[in-house]
């Protein structure tokens, strides 16, 4: 670990000013602390945003505002975000593990890196962590990388449980930029997809403070979130699913559908939620949104298992949420 | 003075029945616990002698000869102290027993994680920086990392064969011709390796996280260059070693020579991606096995032969074929190892190497043979209990694979279970159960131990370990038994070079060796005692601090009056082995859901009876059989170290890619532990069971997922990719 210096503001203007001068923002530090020992992340200057006041859960405009810092334990057991956002919260306890969540924030979610055993290990190529050396994930071994979204330079997934849940909820970020300026992110726009670039992976730029996350009043009340894993529980998503449905009439009449374990980004395809408006559930409809969804997988060796496990989860997810 | 014991033979008079303290064998709670509970036990890592510095280890990153082409550089960095390159720092652990140095060296890297360079500094956050900034240039050697790629050693020692198998197979009404795998795996204990090293001019002392310290004690010498009185190791607390703490380790030896060249306490403590590379894992394993039955699934004949790895130099190969030598008939039998010499990471013993892939294994090929003869599998296993050790033609010490078989299935309620696969489905959800046989081997090697006899009370010395199993409790137990003592007033100290050599802890073998050198050295503090009285020891009762002898009852406090007695206990292996075959035996139960849409396993419950002679503390050796059929949980359904097919390095070194079972991956877990005494044990009858809930605990649950959805996998573990493709 590099030697860096520390800071915790209690205002947002202090914050602003020392991103200004290059410093990092860290929040529970379940992600930053591990990659800074590894040196994967060498910042100098750390400002803990954890005093900013951003930890309230609040109305707005009929939906919800969740401040940057609140944990997801307690976003989790949000009695608002159980009852109107369930798909959130189970997609949230599905995650990590209990000590952890009590530390992990809402924004430092969105932001973890990537848990790819290439990128952790510093001994080894990787275009992420160090742009232009190359990847050595591909030709070694590969289990839970991407099957959608990736590039010849990158496969790397994006491992977060909650972000799945947030892109079918339609959630929008509230960026602060360095010199005060605010602006609101819809999903689509934050995660990048990895191309020629992989180590850039938002669009924020240097300095922008997640200050909130907005999520609108939900598009139906049948709400599943479903996670396959390796173990129990304490293991990053081989495939989830989450899907948020309004059934009218035997039909469903709007869905809409994220996965994790499958792209390099929390994975949302409008095409799928297409498929699916205004049809009656049943098997082959829910055989095609599969089939749509992976029209354009590239399976790296060692994945194709995702293929299949995605398919049978997302008929099984789509059968639970529109029984 | 000093009883010395060879096990030659049975024990006839069976003393430790007569004994009447009533402690030995009781639940009884450790007393090391509240220590380790709160905190105050002393791990390794937790000395901090004054002017400790910081060692960290810097792995190669290739293999090849390495260079670091900035180390003046990087010794110039802050706070750094030295860069030891030094040529005796060692490749990887010690193996078990090994009583001399591993293979040393740090201009050639034999495999990818190979720690080549020591950066120490003055403080944890310089030398891990510095580690990190030491550039490691490797001139890389093709060598051969796949051990499917090469062509094995055949080692002729470890080929049998009796009667003609192929023959069998060819007229047998049932066969059986499979081939199973296991997956490389590591220890993962919780502690990772750590050393404190003091170097005074003339000693070495060193504190471990380390399993077998008469034999470390000499490794460490070894390595170093220093005789064997100038060296002392303490190990009083260890965080689980698994196997994985048998030998001297890297962190060890690193430590000790940058005490020695600085002058000052150095603490090495792996990093935990270091442990997944620098000790020893358990070898993957290719198994072919041949059964060959009558009709009603009676065995004729047994093939059991198995491709292992290791690095060239070590001696080790996963003796997978163990248990086959012994548990169960057939007289054609073909069992052999085969070694390929690769270049991943070291392979050593992990807990019950050979039985635990070996049973595993061989019990899902016997759950097959099962159902080919159309036959319950409890039952095929009753129909193969072999009446003398089949291939030696000896008698079995004592064997009670039939009573766990019975008793098992009972407990579990096995009886009923409809043969045919696919019959219980609860939502998306295929359930089914399956059973295992357990088998172990069991050994005894040579130990020593001190008790000293005060006013006060009695004190247990020995240089034994505690890696987590209970030795302080069951010394304290077996002294306070004989001696007629509360347990509060037998103290046990363990763990320090400067006391008599115990067995060490590793191969099962420590309760019965280091509790037999206990047992002789109390019995020796009997006869001092009884000659105190003028009668014989057999007619001497201790219980509660008083001696009785004929109608006299005296406090042992006046017999001793003021003195303090000594008695020394000396086990050493004799020539039983030769004259019977002994083991341990058990039987595991399982049931499973395994889910239809994602391939998923659950465990629902597990149920062991197990078999290991007299049971010295109930709640210890229970404590051992749920942790062995935890690691069967991990290794039926969750651990793999995944090997970088182009350089074989580990590629998932951590513990949240590495996925030993959690909590919720382990379902209540009933263990029944039957009566039993083994007098070829020598004189408490007992035996290991550190090891025997591991074995054959895998196979029940692959058997299980078998009955729930009909898949029969032989390729461990049983992730949900592996079940889904079966399933599709
Ligand atoms: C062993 C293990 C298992 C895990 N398993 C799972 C799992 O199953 N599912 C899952 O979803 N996650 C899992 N996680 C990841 C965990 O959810 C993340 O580590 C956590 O959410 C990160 O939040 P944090 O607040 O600690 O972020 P930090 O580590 O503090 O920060 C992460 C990143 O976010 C940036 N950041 C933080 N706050 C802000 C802000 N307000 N504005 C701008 N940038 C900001 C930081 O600069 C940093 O780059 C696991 C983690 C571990 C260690």
Redesign the interface.
């Known amino acids: 670990?590099?030697?860096f210096d520390y800071q915790r503001p209690d205002d947002r203007d202090a914050a602003h000013a020392a991103a200004r001068d290059g410093a990092t923002f860290i929040a529970g530090g379940t992600n930053l602390v591990d990659l800074m020992?590894?040196?994967i992340m060498a910042p100098d200057r750390l400002v803990d945003v954890s005093r900013l006041g951003l930890d309230g859960i609040g109305d707005a405009d009929g939906g919800l505002r969740i401040g940057a810092t609140v944990t997801n334990s307690d976003l989790a057991a949000d009695p608002r975000v159980r009852r109107t956002y369930p798909v959130l919260s189970r997609a949230l306890l599905a995650g990590a593990s209990g000590q952890l969540r009590n530390k992990a924030t809402t924004a430092g979610n969105f932001l973890q890196r990537t848990?790819c055993?290439?990128f952790?290990?510093?001994?080894?190529a990787c275009n992420k962590r160090a742009p232009g050396t190359g990847c050595a994930a591909l030709?070694?071994?590969m289990?839970n990388h991407a099957i959608l979204g990736g590039s010849q330079h990158c496969v790397a997934l994006h491992p977060s449980d909650m972000a799945v849940a947030m892109r079918a909820l339609d959630a929008e970020v509230e960026v602060e930029a360095a010199d005060g300026t605010s602006r609101a992110l819809a999903l689509d726009d934050l995660y990048r997809l990895p191309g020629d670039t992989p180590h850039i992976e938002t669009s924020l730029a240097p300095g922008d403070l997640i200050t909130s996350v907005r999520l609108p009043v939900p598009l139906g009340e049948r709400q599943v979130y479903r996670k396959?894993?390796?173990?129990?529980?304490?293991?990053?998503a081989?495939?989830s699913v989450a899907a948020v449905v309004r059934m009218e009439g035997g039909r469903i009449a709007e869905a809409a559908l994220a996965f994790g374990g499958l792209g390099t980004r929390p994975w949302r395809d409008a095409e799928v939620d297409a498929l699916l408006a205004g049809e009656a559930p049943g098997e082959a409809l829910f055989d095609k949104a599969g089939e749509v969804l992976l029209r354009d997988a590239e399976p790296p060796e060692g994945t194709e298992?995702k293929l299949?496990?995605a398919r049978?989860?997302l008929?099984?997810v789509l059968t639970e949420a529109t029984r | 003075m000093t009883i010395e014991m060879k096990i030659d033979g049975p024990e006839t008079v069976n003393r430790t029945d007569d004994m009447a303290q009533g402690v030995l064998g009781r639940d009884s709670a450790r007393p090391d616990g509240l220590a380790k509970a709160t905190g105050r036990a002393t791990y390794a890592a937790e000395a901090h002698p004054e002017g400790m510095l910081h060692g960290v280890l810097r792995r190669a990153p290739g293999i090849g000869a390495v260079r670091c082409p900035n180390l003046e550089a990087v010794r110039a960095m802050p706070g750094v102290r030295a860069v030891l390159r030094d040529a005796r720092m060692v490749r990887n652990a010690a193996q078990g027993m090994a009583d001399e140095a591993p293979v040393q060296g740090v201009d050639e890297a034999a495999y990818v994680g190979q720690p080549i360079a020591l950066v120490v500094a003055e403080t944890f956050e310089q030398a891990r920086h510095a580690a990190q900034r030491l550039e490691v240039a490797i001139e890389r050697t093709d060598l051969p990392i796949d051990p499917d790629a090469v062509e094995p050693e055949v080692p002729e020692a470890k080929q049998s064969s009796q009667g003609d198998l192929d023959a069998a197979m060819r007229n047998a009404a049932l066969t059986i011709d499979a081939d199973y795998t296991t997956s490389s795996m590591n220890s993962a204990a919780m502690e990772p390796h750590a050393a404190v090293a003091e170097w005074d001019g003339t000693t070495l002392t060193l504190r471990g996280a380390l399993q077998m310290l008469r034999f470390n004690r000499n490794e460490l010498a070894d390595s170093v260059g220093l005789s064997a009185e100038h060296v002392r190791i303490l190990a009083p607390y260890v965080g689980g070693g698994f196997g994985s703490k048998l030998g001297i380790s890297a962190d060890c030896v690193a430590a000790a020579l940058a005490a020695m060249e600085l002058g000052q306490p150095v603490r090495v403590v792996q990093h935990r991606r270091n442990v997944f590379e620098v000790n020893t894992r358990r070898s993957e394993t290719r198994q072919r096995i041949r059964l060959a039955a009558d009709a009603d699934g009676r065995l004729i004949g047994l093939g059991h032969e198995a491709l292992v790895s290791n690095l060239p130099e070590e001696t080790f190969a996963e003796p997978v074929v163990q248990a086959s030598h012994f548990a169960y008939p057939g007289a054609a039998r073909t069992l052999g190892i085969r070694i390929a010499r690769i270049h991943r990471p070291a392979a050593g013993s992990v807990r019950a190497p050979g039985e635990a892939v070996g049973v595993t294994a061989s019990e899902v090929a016997m759950d097959e043979l099962a159902y080919a003869a159309g036959v319950d599998p409890v039952e095929l296993r009753l129909r193969n209990i072999p009446e003398e050790d089949p291939e030696r033609g000896v008698p079995f010490s004592s064997h009670r694979l039939k009573a766990a078989l019975l008793d098992g299935a009972e407990r579990f309620g096995w009886s009923g279970r409809p043969m045919a696969p696919r019959q219980r489905r609860e939502g998306e959800w295929w359930i089914g159960t399956g059973m295992a046989a357990a088998f172990r081997v069991n050994m005894v090697v040579e130990a020593q131990a001190r008790i000293r006899l005060h006013g006060a009370g009695a004190v247990v010395e020995t240089d034994m370990t505690d890696i987590g199993t209970g030795s302080y409790a069951i010394f304290q137990q077996v002294a306070a038994e004989l001696l007629g003592l509360p347990l509060a007033q037998t103290e046990v100290r363990l763990g320090d070079t400067a006391l008599p050599p115990g067995s060490g802890s590793g191969g099962s073998v420590g309760a019965a060796s280091t509790g037999t050198a206990v047992w002789l050295a109390a019995m020796e503090l009997r006869r001092q005692i009884a000659a105190r009285l003028g009668c014989d020891e057999a007619e001497l009762t201790l219980k509660d601090g008083t001696a009785t002898a004929g109608n006299t009852r005296q406090d042992l406090a006046d017999i001793l009056s003021g003195a303090e007695l000594t008695g020394t206990g000396h086990v050493k292996p004799g020539d039983a082995a030769e004259k019977v075959r002994q083991a341990t035996y058990g039987a595991h139960f399982a049931e499973v859901a395994v889910n239809d849409v994602t391939g998923e396993v659950r465990m629902r419950r597990m149920q062991g009876t197990f078999s290991a002679g007299r049971i010295l503390n109930r709640r210890t050796a229970r404590s051992q059989c749920h942790g062995g059929m935890i690691w069967g949980i991990g290794m039926a359904l969750t651990e793999t170290m995944t090997h970088d097919r182009r350089d074989g390095h580990v590629v998932n070194r951590d513990l949240a890619e590495y996925h030993v079972p959690v909590n919720a991956d382990v379902p209540p877990l009933d263990v029944h532990l039957l009566e039993e005494r083994d007098p070829w044990a020598g004189p408490m009858q007992a035996k290991g069971i550190g090891e025997l809930g591991i074995c054959g605990a895998a196979g029940a649950i692959l058997n299980a997922i078998h009955h729930a959805c009909g898949a029969r996998l032989r390729d461990f573990p049983a992730t949900p990719d592996r079940v889904l493709a079966a399933l599709e």
């Not at chain 1, 952790?120 to 080894?124: E, K, L, N, S, V």
């Not at chain 1, 396959?228 to 990053?236: I, K």
């Open positions: 670990m590099r030697p020992k590894l040196e848990r055993p290439y952790y290990d510093t001994d080894a030709g070694g071994e289990r396959v894993r390796d173990r129990a529980s304490y293991a990053f081989l495939v298992f299949p496990l049978r989860v008929k099984a």
